[in-house]
């Protein structure tokens, strides 16, 4: 039994313990109860249930013979599709043992693979559609290529609302006996965005220095977790001074290992408390979403910001 | 003796390009035997790009022996055995270490009544010793159970500027000359095939042997600082859009050059014009990386040689003063912190994989995750080796 990380010990095991996404997990649960699940396509945010209720789907139909009958992917782990069609290959070869006719297949993150290699995704699923069924995981469905989107009953997941997040907290609260004050389950929600993984590890960093939970730990654990650092990279190029702020901002990029798109949403935010006029707050931002689009198009996100830094720099003399 | 095997590197520092096949194949060997590391490596890459080579180069550079087998050895269980048995189960004589070598594995069939490639898995299964297999072409079906079985290490295909100053070279020690138009033929015929372009200048010098220019005169090879100088301090000219042509170095490699000591030429609106070049240059480097669309790379050099050398204020008092260009550092500092983060890489791994996450995730949430896995019971959970708690608890 897993006790020392919360996500794993809290993981709702049955239907009945999924919080939230009410009639998500209706319909999921009314299909496994047929013992025949067609493909399925769970689309939304991080920390919503998408694994969790896969996981629940296995378990209710193979009890205790479930490992057998259920292989996990990371497609965004996996070295290309290559190595993901071998270990679903693999798996798929011998037929599931017990009462269902199939095995399944989780693959987390799908979206993380290019629209080539959904194409040979698609032939997989045709190939191996007598013995396994799919269930994919994606944030984003529009990400996923129509002819494998037609192919799966689609199920859209919201974020957690604050009702959801408080009876979660609330529950292991009890469990670990800690003692969380009502602001406190505020910057919880707060800071989460709705996502359950990231406000139970939240919860958790901060029950670890104090069962104590209160407004002020917890935003000092999020704060820490945070590349607040990007501050000081704007500041560096405002005051002109490029190189210091290329550096610094490499520095952060490299420790934090956090991705170009990553700091440009970090600077996007950052924008509005700069110290500059109003319309160079919007043309800055025009920069932003410039290089934003311009990290997606070309092959290296650390000088398209860099291209950015220069036009703060600009900003700084007063000239943009 | 022919000037392919003449001129063979001996060598790392003389394998231009293949930087990062070298450090794995490195790391590979000083791995072997280590519980997670597996046993053979599949080295692949178009024929002539220098695989063979890279596994002798690797055995002078450590000193270790090689013991070679090719596909036709795999004909018969017999003579494997007969060759075999000897080089797995002993210690060399020379008390050298030993790698051993299979060549050109694309030969071996599947099919055939013997079963080389069965054969070829159990002997990794069982080797002692760390097993460096070459292969043009490894995606074939009848690999499958290769490949799960190899660690991987792709060989870059080598652009004609490299084959080309690396003939060059060969013709200087040679003291044979091959004028320069037929040199970049010969270069770029040969589709990155190293091999085969040695072997055409040697052909070629043979029937021109008359002619004795000494190449060192001919060669007008303008190094990296003469090119940015032309750039940065020049005003932007018709033959500026050709000033990287000469210039012994990949454009990627360029571009980092660029990158590093724009700052030092330019301020205010000449850097930010200069940075906007440059990034739409990567624009069009990503575009040929997605589509392979190589008449992109026209605007990247456009944008990166005359485009960076317009960026300056036409009105500006031409500086001819004299500015020592740094060298681009981001790659390595990239490199040393890869290896600094290794641990967190093996942590956040053991990590995604119990709570059914992307390795990637786990990277990005680890200052978090990081807090949680003080706890001893979450380390046991994960099964946390003591290097890495040691690194958490730090």
Known sequence: MAEGIWTEKYRPVSFLEVVGQEEIVKRVKALTNSMNIPHMLFAGPAGTGKSTLAFIVVRDLYGENWRENYLELNASDERGIQIVREKVKNFARTKSLGEVPFKVIFLDEADALTPEAQQALRRTMENYSSTCRFILSCNYSSKIIDPIQSRCAIFRFKLLEKKDVEKIINKIAENEKLNVKTEAINVLYEGCEGDCRKCINLLQATASVSPLISAELVSTILSSAKPKDIKIVLDYALAGEFESSREKLLDIMLKESISGQDVIKAIQKEIWALPVEPTIKVKLTEKTGEAEFRIVEGSDPFIQLQALLASFVLAGLGKE | MPWAEKHRPKLFSELKGQEEAIRK??????????????????????????????????????????????????????????????AIEQQSFSKKSKIILIDEVDGISAYNDFG?????????KNTNYPIIITANQIWDRKFNDLRTNSEMVKMKDVDYKT??????????????????KTLTEIAVKSRGDIRAAIND????SGVKSEEKIPI??????????????????????????????????????????????????????ELARAFDLLSRADVFKGRIYKQQYWRFLLYENIFLSYGISASKNPRRVQGNGFTTYKRPDRILKIWMNNKRTEKQKSIAKKY???????????????????????????????????????????
């Not at chain 2, 032309?230 to 210039?247: C, R």
């Not at chain 2, 003080?374 to 708690?389: C, D, G, H, S, T």
């Open chain 2, 25 to 86: 194949i490195v790391d590979f060997t000083k791995n072997f035997n280590s519980e997670k590391s597996k046993k053979a490596l599949l080295l692949h890459g178009a024929p002539g790009v220098g695989k063979t080579t890279l596994a002798y180069v690797l055995a002078n550079e450590l000193n270790f022996e090689i013991f070679e087998l090719n596909a036709s050895d795999f004909r018969s269980r017999e003579k494997l055995n007969e060759i075999l048995r000897p």
């Open chain 2, 116 to 124: 080389g490639l069965p054969e070829l898995i159990y002997l990794i």
């Open chain 2, 163 to 180: 084959i080309k100053s690396l003939l060059i070279d060969i013709l200087r020690k040679e003291g044979k000359f091959i004028d320069e």
């Open chain 2, 201 to 204: 200048i040697q052909t070629e």
């Open chain 2, 216 to 269: 060192a005169e001919r060669n007008k090879e303008t190094d990296i600082f003469n090119s940015l100088k032309v750039v940065f301090k020049g005003n932007p000219k018709n033959e500026t859009l050709e000033v990287f042509d000469s210039v012994n170095m990949e454009l990627d490699e360029i571009m980092l050059w660029i990158e590093k000591n724009i700052p030092s030429e330019y301020k205010g609106e």
């Open chain 2, 352 to 394: 995604a994989k119990y709570t059914h996450i992307g390795e990637k995730r786990a990277m990005r949430d680890f200052p978090v995750i990081k807090v949680i896995l003080k706890n001893p019971e979450a380390q046991k959970e994960i099964k946390l080796n003591e290097e890495e708690i040691e690194y958490l608890m730090k």
